[in-house]
């Protein structure tokens, strides 16, 4: 999905024009999609970062954006914003509940960005919109009960259930933060955290405490264990073990059919996706074993999932 182009990007299909932005912890990516569902521009933009201002100037960015897009694509007028954000999210509500890194409390998205925009708009999680994404034109299209698992900075799930989005509360999906080993301690307090074992981010830092070399990432750990490091291997099967044991107890409570896995550690192909899949194989029994699937929209699902999320909006089809 490149400026203009679009070729990238799978076409969503008739329906309203929209405008969707997807704001994430260093970039805002937003996207013009027309009336045939082709994405006809994509912004990238440093996402601004202003205190506990943050929140209205996301919502000021949107609006020059729109309005950018509006001059340079007078033929579409899109209907409504879908605008997804990090953190905790109450979608009913169209508020930012919560969001540790950008630093907003209880900020009314939808409220402002209708009063600056003029249009309906739509708040959702980026990490559910994702998901949506994916089940909607991506790896999870065709199935019904799916997890599409962002393996990032941090880790967190969207969990989709009968084909529709399960958020409880906006608190659903959340297994970065369940305990799958006896330590190291983890930025939410907890112990032995997912996020804390398995992240890219937890790959670098645990590697970086066994040996005292600074990798930047996860990508130079793995690039380690091909060539054989030992104690690169440790820390990557420890992840992997983690990784495991955290989806079984998805798979064994929800039975997804399919496992979507995305996000940078999602990069490392099938070094993630075999191991993986053996070490689920071994845990799991009678259950139904699902389908391991890297993502297929990459960095443009949040952004596909903001339009879908607009749609849905005008069309009562509320995700
Ligand atoms: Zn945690």
Redesign the pocket.
């Known amino acids: 999905m490149s400026d203009d182009g679009g070729a990238a990007a799978p076409a969503l299909g008739p329906g309203p024009a929209v405008l969707a932005v997807d704001v994430g912890g260093t970039d805002t990516k937003s996207a013009l999609v027309d009336a045939d569902g082709v994405v006809r521009a994509v912004v990238r933009r440093p996402t601004p970062r202003d205190g506990d201002r943050t929140g209205q100037r996301v919502v000021e960015e949107a609006a020059a954006v729109a309005a950018e897009l509006a001059e340079r694509h007078p033929d579409v007028a899109p209907a409504a914003l879908g605008l997804v954000v990090p953190g905790v999210v109450d979608d009913a509500a169209g508020v930012g509940v919560w969001s540790e890194n950008l630093g907003w409390r209880d900020m009314p998205f939808a409220a402002a960005a209708t009063a600056r925009l003029g249009l309906p708009v739509a708040v959702g999680h980026d990490v559910a919109a994702a998901g949506w994404a994916e089940l909607r034109c991506g790896a999870a299209a065709g199935f019904r009960d799916a997890l599409v698992v962002t393996l990032g900075t941090g880790i967190a799930a969207a969990v989709l259930l009968d084909g529709r989005p399960y958020r409880g509360g906006g608190m659903a999906g959340e297994i ?2 369940a305990r799958v080993a006896d330590g190291p301690g ?5 112990r032995g ?1 997912l ?2 074992v398995a992240s890219a981010a937890a790959i670098a830092r645990r590697y970086t405490a066994r040996t005292g070399t600074h990798v930047p990432g996860a990508r130079e750990v793995l690039a380690a264990v091909e060539a054989g490091d030992a104690p690169a291997a440790a820390v990557w099967d420890e992840a992997l073990d983690g990784l495991a044991l955290g989806l079984s107890h998805a798979v064994a409570l929800v039975a997804p059919q399919v496992i979507v896995l995305g996000g940078g550690l999602s990069h490392a192909g099938d070094a993630l996706l075999v191991p993986l899949g053996e070490r689920l194989d071994a845990l799991l029994t009678y259950h139904r074993r699902p389908l391991l699937a890297p993502a297929q929209l990459g960095g443009d699902a949040g952004v596909l999932g903001a339009a879908l999320r607009a749609r849905e909006l005008l069309t009562e089809d509320h995700g």
């Open positions: 970065g933060h983890c930025v939410c307090g907890g955290c996020e804390a």
